[in-house]
Every structure is written in C-alpha cells, then in structure tokens.
C-alpha cells in the first residue's frame, strides 16, 4: 500500500521555525523526486520546494529560498522541509508530493497535508 505521511508544522511566531515531515512506503523511493507545495486560503497551490530522485538537485520558489532547506533520508524514505524566519505568509497548508522519474505515465502521490500558521 502506498502511503505518504506528513507529521510537524502548527502554529508558530513570525521569525520562529518548523520542520515538516514526509514519510513515504510501498513504492520505489529512490526513482521519486519529491516536492512541497501550499496552498493558502483562497490562492492557488504553489510549488515551494523540491529534491531530485537521487537527491543532487533542489529547487526552492523565490518566496522561501534561504529561509527554507529541503533535505532527504534515503535509509528512512524520508524528506524534511526546514523552515526557518517563518513569516506570516507562509500561512497555509503544506502538501508533500512524490512524483516518478524517467516514466512516459509518470506516478504520482500526495500527502494529506498539514497545517503551517505563522502568527504576526
């Protein structure tokens, strides 16, 4: 059964961190990129940052890079958002997607997303 499991986020101070979780089983982890979207109260859903399949490449939107560090465990099938200097629009929900390589009818998965709230 494929599963993707996001755990942290919540309520935090402007200026304050978080670091959000994305657990992922029953499919082939390694031929995956992985990325982070949000999606705020009455916008569109934004890419916010990504990690290669294997890892040697990261990308990160205008809006958060060098505040946010995507990062991997391979062993864990796990990827990490980092997110520090939180600012209010940073508000939203967070959703972890696991997107195939190298596939004409590429797969895809999402988490069930979590909540991030960055008080003023």
């Known amino acids: 059964e494929v599963q993707i499991v996001q755990s942290g986020g919540g309520l935090v101070q402007t200026g304050g961190s978080l670091r959000l979780s994305c657990a992922a089983s029953?499919?082939?982890?390694?031929?995956?990129?992985i990325s982070w979207f949000r999606q705020a109260p009455g916008k569109e859903r934004e890419g916010v940052s990504s990690?290669?399949?294997?890892?040697?490449?990261?990308y990160y939107s205008a809006s958060v890079k060098g505040r946010f560090t995507i990062s991997v465990d391979t062993a864990k099938k796990t990827v990490y958002l980092q997110m520090n200097s939180l600012k209010p629009e940073d508000t939203a929900v967070y959703y972890c997607n696991a997107l195939q390589g190298r596939s004409w009818s590429p797969r895809d998965y999402w988490g069930q997303g979590t909540q991030v709230t960055v008080s003023s």
């Open positions: 990690i290669s399949d294997n890892a040697d490449a990261t």
């Open positions: 029953g499919f082939a982890f390694d031929d995956y990129s």
